[in-house]
Antibody
């Protein structure tokens, strides 16, 4: 069974950095399109970033230049390096695996990131 | 980016009711439309992809239809566990985008 477990969330000051991790089991992160999706408190879902099986990466405009998605094949783990954090980045961050059709069939439990002074 | 608009934003219904949620895309997305269910404090769960293909394990009371710009999610007979928020998502082009959600309440 495919599973994802996120970690690394917490409270950080504006302008600070945080690195999220997403440990996968039951499948290889390098063989799938892996995504980060966030959800601000009480609001809807927002796609953040994807890394394709080829290694190509893409970002939503609000995080471009500040966030970096990567993967570690030896640990079967997905990462999201978040720099220059802003209050509007406050959200629950989910990692999610995408099917060929870009439907996200497996999600982690989410990790909360709070950007506040 | 393609904008996704759901209606209604919230909906009150009773056990056993048939309910329909609508999702409209700002341009044609063929059938690249996905539906999720999200219960409070939990991650979203994939219900339907390709506009009408039921994900494995999802009850058959859920169904999806539509193509182009207009899509619907129908729950044929509401069960207690169905009261949640539902999101549509397009994966046709550009960044993946979600609808704003429809909260289904008792």
């Amino acid at each position: 069974e495919a599973q994802l477990v996120e970690s690394g969330g917490g409270l950080v000051q504006p302008g600070g950095s945080l690195r999220l991790s997403c440990a996968a089991s039951g499948f290889a992160v390098t063989s799938n399109y892996m995504n980060w999706v966030r959800q601000p408190p009480g609001k809807g879902l927002e796609w953040v970033s994807v890394i394709w099986s080829s290694g190509s990466t893409y970002y939503a405009d609000p995080v471009k230049g500040r966030f970096t998605i990567s993967r570690d094949s030896s640990k079967n783990t997905l990462h999201l390096q978040m720099n220059s954090l802003r209050a509007e980045d406050t959200a629950v961050y989910y990692c999610a695996r995408a099917l060929v059709s870009d439907a996200f069939d497996t999600w982690g439990q989410g990790t909360m990131v709070t950007v506040s002074s | 980016d393609i904008q996704m608009t759901q209606s209604p934003s919230s909906l009150s219904a009773s056990i056993g009711d048939r309910v329909t949620i609508t999702c409209r895309a700002s341009q044609s997305i063929n059938n690249y439309l996905v539906w999720y269910q999200q219960r409070p404090g939990k991650a979203p769960v994939l219900l339907i992809y390709g506009a009408s293909t039921l994900q494995s394990g999802v009850p058959s009371r859920f169904s999806g239809s539509g193509s182009g710009t207009d899509f619907t999610l129908t729950i044929s007979s509401l069960q207690p566990e169905d009261f949640a928020t539902y999101y549509c998502q397009q994966s046709y082009s550009g960044p993946v985008t979600f609808g704003q959600g429809t909260r289904l309440e008792i």
